[in-house]
Each structure stands twice: as structure tokens, then as C-alpha cells.
């Protein structure tokens, strides 16, 4: 199965300045996140994107995303009726192919030389179906996330065959609902803010949009039901810039991923000595 195209949905009214912040990457240059973002499809190797945005962004968006090797569409969402009708704004672009889809208020890091899009591609190119990618996640993170449950592919590590996909599921239903072989206690399988989804994902997305449904999750657990569909655990990890201190982890992760790591460790020991003047 060959990726072509990817779908970047940055058009939250609340999120939509997100990927328009900037942080150091690990070589020491300022970029903005969704510069970062579009590193990661080219990397991945598709070479044409359509980024869902907010009307009238599209100006800020070019400024941030400078010099591009991708060729880029814009598609805005007109009404902000949530992340599931955005996605479904870009179904004519993707034009009944798999689609590789990335999330806007979320940035990642490898800890191989692929990057983390090329894994899950490389994954859905050898199995020959959707793959979302997931991450161990503390269970006192399962409000900022969907979730999944299913079993470890047999022989093939970091690979799962989803049976289950909750959105923001409370810990009881996480318990319950979202079984997963091998993981830490207090661990689950939680969205990496990255997929490839077949083409069977639009009708069951467009009828989660009708039913009033906001998130990809409920269409990503129907795909699942209807035909084959893994989940990746990739090497390497998400940070979700929309969190309170995300942008500031993310910046703090990169920044020891690279040249600067002494002296950057050296500078995080010396502000950890210090003393807050308030609590003397």
C-alpha cells in the first residue's frame, strides 16, 4: 500500500495558533512547530499535503512554514463543527487513496533516524492496512487522549491489532473496555496524533458526523470492526503542544535529543538547586 497524500487538521477556534509557535529543534535552529510537522510527511516520503484550516490563516500559516518541499493545499473549515468534520472536509483531496493524517497541536520525536510518520507508513505499506499509532500513557493522561485495546501481533513487536477505540475514556471504562497483553500496570495504548487510514474510513466518518460525534475515535473503532486495522507503538514520542507545559516538553526533549545535551542537563541541575523564595 502506497501513501501519496497526507491531511493536516490544524482549524480548532481554540487550537487553530497552535502549530504557528516556535521552538529550537535539536540542530539549534528556531522553527516553528508546524514547520516540524511538515518535516515529518516529507520525511515520511509523501509529497503532496492539505492542511484544514481556520478561515484566514492560511497567510499565517505560509509565514510559518517558510521554505516547503511538499506540495501544499489549503482547505478551510468553514464551520467549526470539531476535529471529525474538518478531517472530513479534505475527503475529495484525498481522492480514495490511503492518506497518511497528522494532528496540528501535536509535535513528535524519533528515536531512530526514521522519523515517526515514516514508521507508520512503513507499517502500513507492509501490512497492507490502516495503522494508528499509539503510545504507553499513564493512566492519569487518559482525559487528554483516545485509547485503544487489542493484542500484540504475533512476532511482530510494537504492532497490535485494535479491538477497541475510546475517546477520553474514564479509568473504570479503561479497565473494562481497553485490554492490552504486556503493558505496565496503569499503562494504556493512547493516540500518537498520527494515522494512515484506508478510504473506508469517509463513510463511516461522515456518518459519526451526522450523528453528532466530534472526535476520530468512534469512526477509527467502526474501521477497525469492518476490516483489518493495526495500531503501532513507534519509537519515539508525542508531545501535545496544547497542554499545559507541552510546548515547554517538547522544547526540553528535543533540546537533550541534541548537540547541546551537557550543557543543557548542566543548566537543568543548576536551576533544580535553586530555591523557590517563597517557600523558605
Known amino acids: 500500500m502506497k501513501v501519496h497524500k497526507a491531511i493536516l487538521t490544524a482549524a480548532s ?43 484566514g490563516d492560511r497567510g499565517a500559516f505560509e ?93 511482530k513487536p510494537g504492532l497490535y491489532a485494535i479491538e477497541e477505540v475510546l475517546e477520553k475514556p474514564t479509568p473504570t471504562e479503561a479497565e473494562q473496555r481497553l485490554h492490552v497483553s504486556g503493558l505496565r500496570a496503569g499503562q494504556y495504548l493512547c493516540l500518537f496524533g498520527m494515522h ?28 477497525a470492526r469492518a476490516e483489518r486495522c493495526l495500531a503501532l507503538a513507534p519509537a519515539g514520542v508525542r508531545f501535545d503542544v496544547g497542554a499545559p507545559h507541552g510546548l515547554l516538553l517538547a522544547q526540553l526533549a528535543m533540546a537533550l535529543a541534541g548537540e547541546r545535551r551537557t550543557e543543557i542537563l548542566e543548566e537543568l541541575v543548576e536551576l533544580l538547586a535553586l530555591r523557590d523564595p517563597a517557600r523558605r
Open 13 to 55: 477556534p481554540n487550537q487553530r495558533d497552535l502549530p504557528l509557535q516556535t521552538l529550537v529543534d535539536r540542530r539549534g535552529a528556531r522553527r516553528s512547530v508546524f514547520a516540524a510537522q511538515l518535516d515529518e510527511v516529507h520525511a515520511a516520503g509523501v509529497p503532496e499535503l492539505a492542511v484544514v484550516i481556520h478561515p
Open 196 to 223: 494512515v487510514l484506508t478510504p473506508a474510513i469517509w463513510p463511516l466518518l461522515a456518518r459519526s458526523c451526522a450523528q453528532g460525534q466530534r472526535s476520530l475515535s468512534p469512526a477509527l473503532a467502526a474501521l
Open 63 to 155: 509565514r510559518a512554514a517558510g521554505a516547503v518541499d511538499l506540495r501544499v493545499h489549503w482547505i478551510e473549515q468553514t464551520d467549526p463543527a470539531g476535529y471529525a468534520d474538518a478531517l472530513l472536509r479534505a475527503r475529495v483531496f484525498a481522492g480514495g487513496e490511503p492518506f497518511l493524517h497528522l494532528v496540528g497541536d501535536h509535535v513528535w520525536l524519533s528515536r531512530e533516524a526514521r522519523g515517526c510518520a515514516r514508521q507508520v507508513v512503513d507499517a502500513a505499506g507492509s501490512e497492507a492496512c490502516s495503522v494508528a499509532a499509539v503510545m504507553p500513557t499513564r493512566e492519569s493522561r487518559l482525559p487528554m487522549f483516545g485509547a485503544i485495546g487489542g493484542e500484540p501481533v504475533r512476532n
